[in-house]
């Protein structure tokens, strides 16, 4: 989310006339784009904040600014912290960096914001479909920083991504904190799989993908879109963070253990060849060692092909942190953690170990390291060598090599390909 809320501003600046810059100190604006889901990322941001303090002694007309969910609503704090700072916005909120601009650099600013879309977008772009959460998880900052859940208009979506396919998009990826939960808030009592429905009627489009859902939004007519819509990708990230029932009552998931198994079952049984990620959190307040043996367990039972996984950190302002004990010690908190990295490493490595010899539609996003990488319709990353521009093609791999976190593959045939149709395997 914090990836298209920068492509947007940029639009916005590139439509006023700034171009990007390669470094801080070379720039007449600089914007910190802040995520605290979790005390590291929060660490990260004020390090790079305390660094921008010398660039504005230097250069006194430099624009400082900080957005994302680092900013709340109320900014007396962040101010008296960082007042170096000139700016700061809320996520999504792009007018009052666009005001200070005018003020203090003369330039007409009138019309900026009526056209967010990236004017060079990436092949695979992102395009947030509903913003903020009403979910309150006990862990989650996002509700009190994002705010309560807002969908976008279907037609309005539409009409983006028909926009971006004229600037060369291939693939889309459907935003959302709870994305599974799209429509649900408006008046025309729609859902994300009618959206994917007229998402999937565009020209030019050729793949479409949506995260992050969550278990109890996951209905049988979003698994049928999956199963049937022909640009809509076999992958699905689903969190289902700890695998005790007390812990995920505690976080205020709203599902069993057991729920969650019978949702998977359901997804593998109705979209074949369906890849599982998901998110996992070790550590919550009152997690026992039989409740990390559980999250264990389903990490075996399941065998998602991707975890992300996290150790707790107390978000100040969360449920969590107001009414919970934080009592797992930091030292068991990095040993559960590295045992579900051990874990995951060894069921990811015999999944992609099991695709060797396979052959797969890739749509070739880039180069990296001088090699030329995209992905499947299952998301696993295809890195492959060709002398030909292959950016934005749809190729076929044989894949001859495997890892943890990524295939190596043959490229068989440089021509755009039906996507579905011809592919095999998982």
């Known amino acids: 989310m914090n990836t298209a809320d920068s492509e947007r501003l940029s639009s916005i600046l590139s439509g006023l006339g700034f171009s990007e810059s390669k470094n801080a100190d070379d720039a007449n604006i600089v914007v910190l784009n802040s995520c605290v889901v979790r005390q590291s990322a929060e660490d990260k941001v004020t390090g790079m904040l305390t660094s921008l303090k010398s660039l504005k002694q230097r250069s006194e007309d430099t624009i400082v600014a900080l957005m994302g969910c680092m900013v709340g609503p109320k900014t007396k704090a962040l101010e008296t912290k960082f007042p170096y700072v000139d700016v700061f916005m809320k996520p999504q909120e792009y007018e009052p960096l666009i005001n200070l601009i005018e003020s203090q650099m003369g330039i007409d600013t009138t019309g900026c ?3 967010l879309q990236p004017v ?5 772009t992102h ?3 509903i913003h903020g959460c009403d979910e309150f998880c006990s862990f989650c900052i996002i509700p009190y920083r994002r705010g309560r859940q807002v969908s976008r208009e279907i037609n309005d979506i539409v009409d983006e991504i028909t926009l971006l396919t004229k600037r060369g998009v291939k693939e889309v990826t ?24 007229s998402v999937n009627r565009i020209d030019k489009l050729e793949r479409i993908r949506f995260l992050t859902s969550h278990p109890i939004y996951m209905s049988n007519k979003i698994i049928d879109s999956i199963a049937n819509l022909s640009k809509v990708c076999e992958h699905i990230l689903l969190p289902f963070q700890a695998g005790a029932d007390s812990v995920l009552k505690n976080m205020r998931r709203g599902y069993t253990k057991q729920e969650y198994i019978n949702l998977v079952n359901k997804i593998r049984s109705q979209v074949p060849n369906v890849s599982m990620s998901t998110d996992v959190i070790v550590g919550f307040p009152g997690e026992t060692q039989a409740d990390f043996e559980s999250t264990m367990d389903i990490l075996e039972q399941i065998k998602f092909d ?4 996290a150790a707790y950190s107390p978000r100040p302002g969360t449920i969590a942190h107001r009414t919970m004990d934080d009592d ?3 030292t ?15 069921i990811s490595k015999e999944i992609n170990a099991s695709l060797i010899g396979q052959c797969f539609d890739i749509l070739v996003e880039g180069k990296h390291r001088n090699r030329w990488f995209g992905r499947t319709r299952t998301n696993k990353l295809v890195y492959f060598d060709s002398e030909d521009d292959m950016a934005g093609n749809v190729v076929k791999a044989h894949i001859y090599e495997s890892s943890p976190w990524s295939l190596n593959g043959h490229v068989q045939d440089s021509e755009p390909d039906a996507i579905r149709g011809e592919q095999h395997g998982y």
């Open 328 to 330: 797992v010690d930091l």
């Open 306 to 309: 991707k975890v992300h996984m």
């Open 332 to 346: 068991e908190k990095r040993k559960r953690l590295k045992l579900v990295e051990q874990l995951q490493e060894k």
């Open 120 to 124: 060079k977008p990436h092949i695979s």
């Open 174 to 197: 459907l935003l959302g904190q709870t994305v599974d939960a799209y429509g649900h808030d408006l008046a025309s009592s729609t859902d994300l799989s009618e959206l994917l429905q």
């Open 113 to 115: 914001l009526s056209n």
């Open 127 to 129: 395009v947030p479909i």
